[in-house]
């Protein structure tokens, strides 16, 4: 198992309207190819920022399912209306520990 860490950093006060569209119409779309960890906003360090953490099989099976991702018509229609609430976004590949509870 691998989890990828997707943080997106907003534009002032655009937090809620981000997570607003996402939980209305992005998690199911996304959900379809990803199993979502969970999703947090920060409070301190870096404001402005929402993050998720993605679950896959593996690292092929993250490329295989973002690439189903990216041929949803309803995805493509979706990533717009968060883009205009982004400023930046990253992503970090983490693999568990031995002793991890999630693996």
């Known amino acids: ?3 990828e860490m997707r943080t997106y950093r907003v534009k002032v006060h655009a937090g809620p309207s981000f997570l607003e569209v996402y939980a ?5 779309i996304i ?4 199993k979502l960890v969970g999703c947090w906003e ?3 360090g870096n404001l ?4 998720f953490i993605w679950a896959y ?3 092929n099976h993250r490329i295989e399912q973002r690439n189903k991702l990216w ?3 309803d995805w493509l229609e979706f990533v717009p209306s968060i883009r205009q609430h982004m400023e930046h976004q990253r ?3 983490l693999m568990p520990a031995a002793f991890s509870p999630l693996k």
Do not use: C, H, K, L
């Open 1 to 3: 198992m691998i989890y």
């Open 24 to 28: 209305s119409r992005g998690i199911q």
């Open 31 to 34: 959900g379809r190819y990803a």
């Open 42 to 44: 920060t409070e301190s």
């Open 48 to 51: 402005n920022e929402i993050v």
């Open 57 to 59: 099989d593996d690292f």
């Open 71 to 73: 041929r949803d018509p």
């Open 91 to 93: 992503s970090a590949f």
